[in-house]
């Protein structure tokens, strides 16, 4: 864990798995969920305990690439019974998706694959709005507060793609060097 005043670490939690590759927090901020791709698992971690501890762990069909390593899948997992509750199908993609990403308040959601250049949309309740084409290799994603925007960092070509929302389609493509591969909007006021 790192202090974000100092970024410095104050705390490391040991998990089970040496694959550990993405995490996520519960909306709550109660429990720390990481994606341990060639494990095939997902580590559940209770962080209101001082230490944190590992509450479950969640066994999937296969190893998994964020999304899913077989096939073109997003896995739905209960976040209270930590159970896989759906897969959906990603039509859209032949290939692996690499991270999914919500807006802040959990309507909308981005499956981004990073081995072809194409994302997908969901809204409310999973509910599918369609694909759209990005730059190469796109690697992550963030939502503006306002949801109104979604950028996309295409670490391939060294790009972002600016979706307008309601006209689901890329507006701008601003080059912002190769290797973009983070991406996250904060306010001004966190940062000065």
């Given at each position: 864990?790192?202090?974000p005043?100092?970024?410095?670490?104050?705390?490391?939690?040991?998990i089970?798995?040496?694959?550990?590759h993405?995490l996520?927090?519960?909306?709550?901020?109660?429990k720390?969920?990481?994606d341990n791709?060639e494990?095939?698992?997902?580590?559940i971690?209770?962080?209101?305990e001082?230490?944190?501890?590992?509450?479950d762990?969640?066994?999937?069909?296969g190893?998994?690439?964020g999304?899913a390593?077989?096939?073109p899948?997003?896995?739905v997992?209960?976040?209270?019974?930590?159970r896989?509750r759906?897969?959906?199908?990603?039509?859209?993609?032949?290939?692996?998706?690499q991270?999914?990403?919500?807006?802040?308040?959990?309507?909308?959601?981005?499956?981004?694959?990073?081995g072809e250049?194409?994302?997908t949309?969901?809204?409310d309740?999973?509910?599918?709005l369609g694909?759209?084409?990005?730059?190469?290799?796109?690697?992550d994603?963030?939502?503006?507060?306002?949801?109104?925007?979604?950028?996309?960092?295409?670490?391939?070509?060294?790009?972002l793609?600016?979706?307008?929302?309601?006209?689901?389609?890329?507006?701008a493509?601003?080059?912002?060097?190769?290797?973009?591969?983070?991406?996250?909007?904060?306010a001004?006021?966190?940062?000065?």
């Amino acid at each position: 864990m790192i202090d974000p005043l100092t970024d410095w670490v104050e705390k490391v939690i040991p998990i089970p798995s040496h694959n550990a590759h993405r995490l996520t927090l519960s909306p709550s901020g109660r429990k720390l969920f990481t994606d341990n791709e060639e494990d095939a698992t997902i580590t559940i971690v209770d962080l209101c305990e001082a230490e944190g501890r590992i509450i479950d762990t969640i066994l999937l069909p296969g190893p998994i690439a964020g999304i899913a390593a077989d096939a073109p899948l997003l896995y739905v997992i209960d976040r209270q019974s930590h159970r896989i509750r759906q897969r959906l199908a990603l039509p859209g993609h032949q290939q692996l998706c690499q991270v999914v990403r919500f807006s802040v308040d959990g309507e909308q959601l981005v499956a981004i694959g990073d081995g072809e250049p194409l994302i997908t949309l969901f809204y409310d309740l999973l509910n599918p709005l369609g694909d759209i084409a990005v730059g190469t290799m796109p690697m992550d994603g963030c939502f503006s507060p306002d949801k109104q925007l979604l950028l996309i960092a295409n670490q391939g070509d060294g790009t972002l793609s600016v979706i307008d929302l309601a006209q689901r389609k890329v507006i701008a493509t601003p080059r912002v060097g190769t290797g973009c591969e983070v991406l996250s909007y904060y306010a001004m006021r966190a940062i000065r």
